[in-house]
């Protein structure tokens, strides 16, 4: 159950875009499609940016996307908002009917 | 708006037991998954298990396997985690979270301390 592989911090500037990305194994992203994002902002809890790879829960914004090749996910924030500064997380379905984390990104919009 | 509510947490000595409870306020908590994660304050989230809408299956990382169990009272909208032989390592905030199936963790609750510690 290794963590997923997420780089420690991506900066942008507003309006930029910015993709940060999430690698694991054939056991969890490479086999499944159940990839998830979460932005966690300090001091609250996790909320849920992108489930199944590339859906967005009703209420998220559009500039948020995802998507999956190979064994690494993606997610794209688009149009960069001040608001979108925060920890950003993936997450996988693993092939032991568990499920793996990466170690969060944490995003500085300058 | 749907709450999910953690409590239970708190000041525990290595090698003692807590349990966590997480209140549902919706309409389908009986149809759903549901999770524990937790996150050690400034470090990232870690799964730690998750029961089916029925009860019958649970999962386990393997960090906590043989020492936490999870179990929830349908009539009651209530999830728990049981923890036992607790460590110093499972100092954390404790998230329950509501699942859809396979895609894991939706809905967060506020999440709840447990410290453990001498």
């Known amino acids: 159950q290794s963590a997923l592989t997420q780089p420690a911090s991506v900066s942008g500037s507003p309006g930029q875009s910015i993709t940060i990305s999430c690698t694991g194994t054939?056991?969890?992203?490479?086999?499944?499609?159940?990839v998830s994002w979460y932005q966690q902002h300090p001091g609250k809890a996790p909320k849920l940016m992108i489930y199944?790879?590339?859906n967005r829960p009703s209420g998220v914004s559009n500039r948020f996307s995802g998507s999956k090749s190979g064994n690494t996910a993606s997610l794209t924030i688009s149009g960069l908002q001040t608001e979108d500064e925060a920890d950003y997380y993936c997450?996988?379905?693993?092939?032991?009917?568990?499920?793996?984390f990466g170690g969060g990104t944490q995003l500085t919009v300058l | 708006e749907v709450q999910l509510v953690e409590s239970g947490g708190g000041l525990v000595q290595p090698g003692g037991s807590l349990r966590l409870s997480c209140a549902d306020s919706?309409?389908?908590?009986?149809?759903?998954?549901m999770h524990w994660v937790r996150q050690v304050p400034g470090k990232g989230l870690v799964w730690v298990s998750r029961?089916?809408?029925?009860?019958?299956?649970?999962n386990y990382a393997d960090s906590v396997k043989g020492r936490f169990t999870i179990s929830r009272d349908n009539a009651k909208n209530t999830l728990y985690l049981q923890m036992n032989s607790l460590r110093v390592e499972d100092t954390a905030v404790y998230y329950c979270?509501?699942?859809?199936?396979?895609?894991?963790?939706?809905?967060w609750g506020q999440g709840t301390l447990v410290t453990v510690s001498s």
């Open positions: 029961i089916e809408s029925d009860g019958t299956t649970t």
């Open positions: 919706g309409l389908t908590f009986s149809s759903n998954w």
């Open positions: 054939s056991s969890d992203i490479g086999n499944y499609k159940y």
């Open positions: 979270a509501r699942g859809e199936g396979s895609a894991g963790p939706a809905q």
């Open positions: 997450s996988s379905y693993t092939s032991s009917s568990t499920w793996v």
């Open positions: 199944e790879v590339n």
